[in-house]
């Protein structure tokens, strides 16, 4: 079992960056595939990348994220995290992270993930 709190969201400018934590609970967090996602008052809940635990700890991205969100976890810590840079007005939006425990490759679909977050609120705004 695992459990996760997500924190680190904040008002920010557009172009700004920011870090987004994610912590975990449970001894088998480091074989879990971490995903991370959000959601946009009045849209779908939406993949943005995720990191496993394969190799050298791969990150995968939604088409449209890759370049300016990073994700990368200390296993150590028991954490992960998403790294935005130059967000953008539609960035605004409550940022899950979820885990995979099986550990999958790459994992996009929420249906994908056992576990979640209550969600962290991102505002960009002028």
């Known amino acids: 079992q695992v459990q996760l709190v997500e924190s680190g969201g904040r008002l920010v400018q557009p172009g700004d960056s920011l870090r987004l934590s994610c912590a975990a609970t449970?001894?088998?967090?480091?074989?879990?595939?971490v995903g991370w996602f959000r959601q946009a008052p009045g849209k779908e809940r939406e993949f943005i990348a995720g990191?496993?635990?394969?190799?050298?700890?791969?990150?995968f991205w939604a088409d449209s994220f890759e370049g300016r969100f990073v994700p990368f976890r200390d296993n150590d810590r028991n954490a992960a995290y998403l790294e935005m840079h130059n967000v953008k007005l539609e960035d605004t939006a409550i940022y899950y992270c979820?885990?995979?425990?099986?550990?999958?490759?790459?994992?996009?679909?929420?249906?994908?993930?056992?576990?979640w977050g209550q969600g962290t609120q991102v505002t960009v705004s002028t």
């Open positions: 979820a885990a995979d425990a099986r550990g999958s490759a790459q994992p996009r679909r929420r249906g994908d993930y056992d576990y």
């Open positions: 449970g001894r088998s967090f480091s074989t879990y595939t």
């Open positions: 990191i496993n635990t394969r190799g050298k700890l791969a990150g």
